[in-house]
């Protein structure tokens, strides 16, 4: 005979206890006898082998071998946190995150001080000129400043890393973050001019100014 929760169970017989597990009532020739666990017990009521799993309404319940014991996790429907439903979408500090089934959480963009949405994996050009970028280092995720990013002119044109270009008076190179940087000036018919030097073309003084990454290009009347 076995005792278990002030009752008696004849030798082989089985019963839930808890709710949780099927037992089964073992006696020894010794007269000893003990309990053996055969399987768990869903909130469902379906029993559920040991070393299985069942996926029950929102949850997946697993009975572990060894110490056997009724683990649940989100099932396919399952919410996230315990809050959001499957596609929900939501912001955590500078990140968007999106429920997926099963419960997982999975990050999908990274959202600047600007607000501007950058999904993982990619760069965009913020408000402020220069290219951020939303990539995985080492299993974490961080926004940080893209080194090389296509720089854009003033017409709407994509400039490759380290290309130049004339726009208006000015010579533009696309340099590190997505910067156009300037780097001289240009004049149809006299050509480049260098920063903070000066070209006499005919009667007319041309200057290229950089003071304090203030630019400037003046034209003026050569002394005569």
């Known amino acids: 005979m076995c005792a278990h929760e002030g009752k ?4 082989g017989s089985t019963f ?3 709710g ?3 037992l089964k009532c073992v006696t020894f020739h010794n007269l000893t ?4 666990v055969l399987s768990c017990i869903t909130p469902a009521g379906i029993e559920i082998p040991i070393g299985s799993q069942l996926e029950e309404r929102d ?3 697993e009975c572990t071998s060894g110490n056997v014991t009724l683990k649940s996790s989100p099932g396919r429907s399952g919410k996230c946190r315990g809050v959001y439903n499957v596609q929900d979408e939501w912001v955590e500090d500078s990140f968007k995150l999106q429920c997926t089934p099963y419960g997982k959480v999975e990050l999908k963009s990274c959202i600047t001080k600007d607000g501007v949405e950058i999904p993982l994996g990619s760069a965009k050009r913020v408000p402020a000129g220069y290219a951020l970028e939303c990539v995985q280092i080492d299993g974490n995720v961080a926004l940080r400043t893209a080194k090389t ?4 002119t003033g017409a709407g044109e994509i400039k490759k890393f380290g290309e130049t270009w004339n726009e208006g008076n000015f010579v533009r190179r696309c340099v590190n973050y997505g910067v156009s940087s300037i780097i001289g000036c240009y004049l149809d018919g006299v050509g480049s001019i260098g920063l903070n030097q000066n070209v006499t073309s005919g009667n007319l003084f ?4 950089n003071q304090n990454d203030q630019f400037k290009f003046r034209t003026l009347k050569a002394q005569q």
């Not at 008696?8 to 030798?11: A, D, G, L, M, R």
């Not at 041309?206 to 100014?209: A, L, R, V």
């Open 8 to 11: 008696q169970y004849s030798n």
């Open 16 to 18: 839930i206890s808890q």
């Open 20 to 22: 949780s597990f099927r």
């Open 33 to 36: 006898s003990t309990l053996e």
């Open 59 to 61: 949850k997946v319940f």
């Open 149 to 152: 990013f296509d720089c854009e």
């Open 206 to 209: 041309y200057m290229c100014i």
